[in-house]
């Protein structure tokens, strides 16, 4: 019987041994991408095959629900070797100050920072803390870019050619002007998912960046300049203007983004409003469709246009796993240049290695050209107070309807602004 037992509990700690030794060469991912699965696990097929190192990819979808499993796994400290945080900076902070978040910055400074020069510096800074950050996080890059993505002006080639239109415009007041001209021969002008605040807010805060400049904004956000300013005035306008020309398609103020994706890829509307990953959709409804991409047009000339971009998708590794090494080593090879060039062409995303750029379509190229002009809330020295943001992009539908005038929304948001700074301060 001592023989049995003996010889059972050799049995038991050689599988938990065997166990415990597959489990230290097996990294786990949790991602909520249900586009790329079928490209993530080719890729770690690939990677095993090379290295001997297994990768588990584990889909949990919608990100809504993502998210979720993320925040109770933290607090339960469960999490895989490799993530990803869908969430505000403030969310992405608090992660890598509770210990679950691995600071990546000497790995990318490695061999004369190699792997940092590899990478779209703009999708680098959604991922970066920089000394001195309003979180207190300690300077440092914390995650890993996976693709790019920015949020431009589309045309349609065919639709401003039956209009007579020969060239793109280049200024606001050429758009305006465009945008007429459709109108006289029954096509629509601009659509957009303006349904979605965030949509209205990235395309105001562009415009609000070109007309008085990134510090007169995060001024604005600090208290020191009231939105009854002459240029928030004009920020407004561009809505009333674009509204009372007849330049925007018809419902654009409360359409989902989904929806305006489809007028644009079944020619109903010549100009849209969307992000780079709008050329898989196009191409899924409309294969043939002809477009190009363009900056929004300028209102003031003398200063740029910034685009929302960055990051569009990116990974953190867990600072806990006892795998951290092998999960750092995957998202390394994840990241060059073949790797990155086999995403893009299954996935139709722009890779986040500058590299890989010469395997992607024409127009991804158009949207990876201007990846210099992006910028982002989450690379903002400061952001609003949400329910100044709320009423900012609900007064906007308001202009738009004809309810309201931007003088009368300027002053509605400022009270709002003012509110909420002297409870901060109480």
């Known amino acids: 019987m001592r023989k ?34 079928k490209a993530f696990e080719e890729l770690a097929a690939l990677y095993e095959k090379q290295t001997g190192v297994k990768v588990k990819i584990d889909l949990y979808a919608p990100s809504d629900a993502y998210s979720q499993r993320i925040v109770a796994s933290a607090q339960s400290r469960v999490l895989p070797d490799i993530y990803g945080i869908l969430d505000k900076k403030e969310i992405f902070a608090s992660f890598i100050q509770s210990g679950f978040v691995a600071d990546l910055t000497a790995e990318f400074q490695k061999e004369n920072n190699t792997w940092e020069k590899m990478l779209f510096p703009k999708a680098l ?13 300690k300077p440092g890059i914390y995650g890993v870019p996976l693709d790019v993505t920015n949020i431009q002006m589309l045309y349609n080639k065919k639709l401003l ?36 605040m965030w949509l209205i807010e990235c395309f105001a805060s562009n415009y609000a960046f070109n007309i008085m400049g990134e510090e007169k ?15 928030w005035i004009k920020v407004f306008g561009i809505f009333k203007e674009l509204s009372e020309k007849g330049v925007l398609a018809e419902g654009v103020v409360t359409k989902p983004n989904k929806y305006a994706e489809q007028d644009f890829a079944l020619e109903r509307a010549a100009f849209a409003f969307n992000g780079s990953w709008g050329v898989n959709v196009y191409n899924d409804m ?75 379509s024409a127009i991804l190229s158009e949207f990876a050209s201007v990846m210099d002009f992006t910028t982002h809330p989450t690379i903002w020295p400061y952001n609003e ?4 943001t709320e009423k900012f992009d609900k007064g906007i539908q308001s202009i738009i309807i004809g309810e309201k005038t931007p003088e009368e929304i300027a002053r509605e948001v400022q009270e709002i602004k003012e509110r909420e700074m002297k409870k901060a301060k109480q």
């Open 4 to 37: 049995v037992v003996s010889l059972a509990l050799c049995s038991f700690l050689f599988l938990g041994c065997a166990q415990k030794k597959e489990d230290l060469n097996t990294i786990t991912i949790w991602h909520w991408m249900t586009d790329r699965q």
């Open 125 to 137: 800074d959604v991922n970066r803390f920089p000394e001195g950050n309003i979180h207190g996080v």
């Open 161 to 196: 050619q039956k209009a007579g239109i020969k060239e793109v415009p280049r200024t606001f007041q050429e758009f305006i002007e465009a945008g007429q001209a459709l109108k006289r021969v029954g096509i629509s002008g601009l659509v957009s998912g303006f349904g979605e």
């Open 217 to 231: 904004v995060m001024a604005t956000y600090r208290g020191e300049v009231p939105y009854t300013d002459p240029d």
């Open 286 to 360: 409309n294969p043939g469709l002809e477009y190009g991409a363009m900056l929004p047009p300028p209102v003031n000339p003398h200063l740029p246009m910034r685009i929302w971009g960055g990051a569009g998708s990116s990974l953190v590794v867990n600072n806990a796993s006892p795998r951290k090494d092998k999960a750092i080593a995957f998202l390394k090879w994840l990241t060059q240049k073949d790797q990155q060039a086999f995403l893009a062409r299954e996935t139709r995303n722009l890779p986040s290695n500058r590299e890989a750029l010469s395997s992607i």
């Open 385 to 388: 107070n949400p329910l100044v």
